[in-house]
């Protein structure tokens, strides 16, 4: 298994930490070196690249190598997994997890693989809800930074007609896939690594759960992309700490903000 090790000044560890979590971390070990360093340990992905892409673009005095070690303690993980309650009508569920049958309940079955969260991270949190609650029959949906498809599949669970997601990871093109296939709604998916400037056409939803630097890039793809009369989902930013992340979408206005454990979501409409 490769563990990721990202070394940073001290002054940046939350946000260090942060970074961590929202690329996909299930379980991050925090440590000071010599008073100055902070010291962070995660598993992201199997491969180093797959990793450094989860990641995103660092700070220059943040350092990120790899170490080899065995997976097999690392695997006990999955014994403590429960299943994630969204809202009262839907869970996240862990493949290996028995169903619940619960008819008032849509029950969502993820396997994370080697590279993915269960959506048990707030920003996921947030952003499941949030699609539950604006995925329309008939819609169409945009679901950028797919991940492991949690978004993409509630949205077809909901009735969403056509999905398109994407994701500049390989292993989340196949997770996608993987669990679109065990949820039973592979055919409303298309699945890619095509970049959002490819990507044509409106939608009447679209999510994006990334990074704040990372939504800003993005800014006019995702207003171009957004139906006049559709809404945009952003998350992967701060509670208190995502202005910046507005203004890059103006004239685009906020309907509605949703926050969770220091995280937030935030709905967005054309003027």
Partial sequence: MRVLVLSTPVG????????????????????TSQGATAVFRTVLAEVDDVSLALLGELPPDWVVTFDEVDDAPAQTWREFVKPMVINDYLVIRP????AQRNAQVLEIEIEPGGSFGLGDHPTTRLSADATWR??????RVLDVGCGSGVLSIIAARRGATEIVAIDIAEAAREATNDNSRRN????????STTPIAAVEGTFDLVVAN??????????????????????????GVLAGRHDHVLAAMEPMRVIATSELERWAAVELSHP
Avoid: N
Wanted: overall charge negative.
């Fill in 134 to 139: 604006l995925a329309r029959t008939g819609s």
């Fill in 12 to 31: 940046d560890a939350e946000l260090a930490a942060d970074r961590l979590w929202v690329a996909g971390a299930r379980a991050v070990e925090e440590s």
């Fill in 95 to 98: 493949a290996w997890l028995p």
């Fill in 184 to 191: 039973g709604v592979s055919a409303r998916l298309t699945v």
């Fill in 210 to 235: 990334v990074l704040a630097p990372t939504l800003v890039a993005m800014a006019g793809d995702l207003q171009r992309l957004t139906a006049s009369d559709g809404c945009l989902v952003l998350s």
